[in-house]
Nanobody, 115 residues
């Protein structure tokens, strides 16, 4: 059974930083594409960042240059480093792994950026 557990969210002032973690079990993150999504109140869930098994990364335009996705194979964990946070980054952030016979999501972690 695939399980993803996010942590690291919280309240931060604009311009601050947070690092989100996504601890995985039931899969090996190094051989899977891993993604971070976010959903703000009243808005659709949107893809924020992704990392492939080959460590290629891509980012949504609003976060390019500010967010960095990475993984620690030894800890089987994926991270999202978020710098220069803005109030519009406020959302629930979700970790996702799309697989051949699964599409697993974490429970989400709240990020609130105050102005």
């Amino acid at each position: 059974q695939v399980q993803l557990v996010e942590s690291g969210g919280g309240l931060v002032q604009a311009g601050g930083s947070l690092r989100l973690s996504c601890a995985a079990s039931g899969i090996i993150v190094s051989i899977n594409a891993m993604r971070w999504y976010r959903q703000a109140p009243g808005k659709q869930r949107e893809l924020v960042a992704a990392i492939t098994s080959g460590r290629s990364t891509n980012y949504a335009d609003p976060v390019k240059g500010r967010f960095t996705i990475s993984r620690d194979n030894a800890k089987n964990t994926v991270y999202l480093q978020m710098n220069s946070l803005k109030p519009e980054d406020t959302a629930v952030y979700y970790c996702n792994v799309p697989g051949p016979n699964y599409n697993a999501w974490g429970q989400g972690t709240q990020v609130t950026v105050s102005s």
